[in-house]
């Protein structure tokens, strides 16, 4: 997990409130991504960012926001508009561009959980 | 749907035994990567293999690339109770930012 951090590790939401989860990475990575999982399942894109202050949604991007005004950080936000937010989520980063093309390493922080009440 | 689809889904062996976990993908892709993770933590990059290349190693994993069949498979050779946990593949096209995984391999290792 080293480089990349997610916090909290768990987290508990009414039904009608926005929580915000927190990634922040000291990689000196351009490219971000958040990723939901769900029990016994893949991966799946909610957003990336390949530079700061430009961001794109991913497959599963409804009732979810994000912001990238720093580098390093790359927050998410679940909104009330999301029908069913229990999961666990993982933020990732990587290099992006080089001189020798796209980098598409990822590096994992530890993950929140979050569960709906 | 899924570019990258794992079989089988789960797999029990015994330590010490060789571990196989394939993979099948639908579209031209530049890499394919194999991710580990431990339950309930971030995932660990095992290994990437370019298009162009067959087969890498690193330690005792070996990844095969078929990209005739669109098909990798991952070999975890002298298993170890440590190695229990779910392998996903991820490939990766041009444009890059969008990686694709699979709903994973969760392997069992009986000490």
């Known amino acids: 997990d080293g480089g990349i951090t997610q916090s909290p590790k768990y987290l508990f939401r009414k039904e009608g409130q926005n929580v915000t989860l927190s990634c922040e990475q000291n990689l000196n990575h351009d490219a971000m991504y958040w990723y939901r999982q769900d029990p016994g399942q893949g991966l799946r894109l909610i957003y990336y960012?390949?530079?700061?202050?430009?961001?794109q949604k991913g497959d599963i991007a409804e009732g979810y926001s994000v912001s990238r005004e720093k580098k390093e950080s790359f927050p998410l936000t679940v909104t009330s508009a999301q029908k069913n937010p229990t999961a666990f989520y993982l933020c990732a980063s990587s290099i992006g561009f080089t001189a020798g093309g796209f980098k598409d390493t990822q590096y994992f922080g530890p993950g929140t959980r979050l569960t709906v009440l | 749907s899924q570019q990258g689809e794992e079989d089988p889904q789960a797999l029990s062996i015994q330590e010490g035994e060789n571990a196989t976990m394939n993979c099948s993908y639908k579209t031209s892709i530049n890499n394919l990567q194999w991710y580990r993770q431990n339950s309930g933590r971030g995932l660990v990059h095992l290994i990437l293999?370019?298009?162009?290349?067959r087969e890498k190693h690193s330690g005792r994993l070996r990844v095969t690339l078929d990209t005739s069949k669109k098909s990798s498979s991952l070999l975890i050779t002298a298993s170890r109770a440590a190695d229990t946990a779910s392998y996903f593949c991820a490939t990766g096209s041009d444009g890059g930012f969008k990686t694709i995984f699979g709903a994973g391999t969760r392997l069992f290792v009986k000490a």
């Open positions: 960012s390949q530079i700061v202050n430009d961001f």
């Open positions: 293999i370019r298009s162009n290349e």
